[in-house]
């Protein structure tokens, strides 16, 4: 499918952008932005279900301009509230500010730490606003609403609104860079964030700090309207620990190296893995480790971290890695330090969502011939959706944007040992590059 222009912005009636994110096992973030009130404007959450009660969030708002030379960009007011919930129940709310109140949203909370509970992930990146965009937000709804084994989490593993308010001198696009577009984007995702949480981690379209903004800080819009799991330096990375497993978000493009407050987290989160809680341990990061693509091959974002924090990861087991950054599909096979290995993680770039930069599409994009530890790539936009059923068994499969959303153009079983020490990779493709 050809890429098309952007998405114009879309003006909403307050509230708009609405968002859900897991924060705790026993609390949520409810997030909105209202254009017609000012910062410091008070709105609430009324929750009902399984519990009920209200909660009350006050704006901030934030100011942007890149070096581009446009007008200063004020966002509109941005209220994040915390909700009190149980985990694994069934809610609605109702959110109000600037004198309107939404009609009741539903939505149930992510399954409490359990070997035995059962979860469903949806994953992609490099999401942007697009028609395509709109093709895999779509797919995803429709995975939400499946009777059996629906969507429960979006997990987004970085560039997510590609507003580019300051990515270079020169804007390159079309379609502008104005960070007016992060609200464009949150309302094109609203129809599924408003229901089952978006967790988010940042890629180099979040930056916005090359060259340094005139008015506003690197990440602003990021951390403005995105909220993660509680810990200090969420949204920049994180963990969280959902059914069976436990869930690490990194950042490609913050210091990783050897000893760095990001390596040093990580040591100590992986530490507090208990395989008997949390059978499966997975990873999402922005700039794949491994990429037979020819764009962004190889840059220092890539092997840089992957040669400081692959053996952490294969000391721990990690069972899958999940990339984005290539617009493109490619699955690995088990591989650790470029070589296929038996047990080893496996590596999923999912930088397929969307978005305007291009889909490298192009037969001679991939690298050739195909290397060893590769197993399956092809040059299409789609997601992904990672179904963990229990201590043994998971499944991943990928769907495209130009089948049905139940077609399955990509699938692997990952089995665990009993003794829970390995896990054994099924494709039900051949190895092959499309």
């Known amino acids: 499918m050809m890429l098309a222009a952007a998405t114009a912005a879309t003006v909403m009636a307050a509230p708009e952008q609405i968002h859900l994110s897991h924060k705790t ?30 909660y009350n969030a006050v704006s901030k708002a934030y100011q942007y301009q890149s070096a581009f030379g446009e007008a200063p960009y004020t966002s509109p007011s941005i209220f994040h509230a915390v909700v009190n919930v149980t985990c694994g129940k069934s809610y609605s709310y109702k959110v109000t500010s600037g004198g ?62 590609y507003a580019d308010a300051a990515y270079g001198r020169t804007c390159t696009h079309s379609s502008g860079c104005n960070p007016g577009r992060w609200d464009s984007w949150g309302n094109m995702v609203q129809k599924v964030t408003q229901q089952i949480p978006i967790m988010v981690g940042p890629g180099n379209h979040e930056q916005e700090d090359s060259p ?11 951390t403005s309207r995105m909220k993660g799991p509680d810990g200090a330096n969420a949204p920049y990375w994180w963990s969280m620990e959902v059914g069976p497993v436990h869930m690490i978000t990194m950042n490609s493009y913050m ?85 296929p290995t038996q047990g080893a993680m496996i590596e999923i770039n999912i930088g397929d969502g969307g978005n305007r930069e291009v ?8 690298r050739q011939p195909q290397p060893d530890w590769s197993a399956f790539r092809q040059n299409k936009f789609g997601h992904g959706r990672f179904h963990v059923y229990n201590t043994t068994h998971a499944h991943w499969s ?26 054994q990779a099924y494709p039900t493709h051949n190895v092959k590059s499309e």
């Open 25 to 54: 096992s026993t609390n949520m973030w409810v997030s909105w932005a209202d254009r017609t009130v000012p910062e410091g404007s008070q709105g609430t959450v009324a929750l009902s279900g399984s519990g009920t009660g209200t």
């Open 100 to 161: 309107s109140t939404t009609s009741p949203i539903s939505f149930k909370t992510l399954p409490c730490a359990d070997p035995n509970s059962e979860i469903v992930i949806a994953l992609t990146g490099d999401l942007g606003q697009t028609v395509n965009s709109s093709a895999t937000i779509d797919h995803i709804a429709t995975g939400m609403q499946q009777s059996t084994s629906p969507l429960q989490m979006l997990w987004l593993v970085g560039d997510l609104s």
């Open 212 to 222: 340094t903004p005139k008015i506003g800080a690197p990440y602003v819009a990021f």
């Open 255 to 339: 210091d990783y190296s050897v000893g760095s407050d990001q390596y040093n987290w990580l040591v100590a989160d992986l530490k507090t893995v208990d395989r008997l809680v949390t059978p499966w341990l997975v990873v999402g990061l922005h700039a794949p480790w491994y990429n037979s693509n020819t764009h962004h091959h190889n840059e220092t974002e890539e092997w840089g971290m992957r040669v400081a924090m692959e053996p952490l990861l294969a000391q721990a087991k990690v069972d899958v890695l999940f990339c984005g950054h290539v617009h493109a599909y490619e699955r690995s096979h088990p591989v650790y330090n470029y070589k």
């Open 359 to 366: 889909l490298e599409a192009d037969p001679a994009d991939w």
């Open 398 to 423: 990928w769907h495209t944007i130009d089948t049905p959303e139940a077609v399955e153009s990509d699938t692997l079983w990952f089995v665990r040992n009993e003794d829970l020490h390995g896990v």
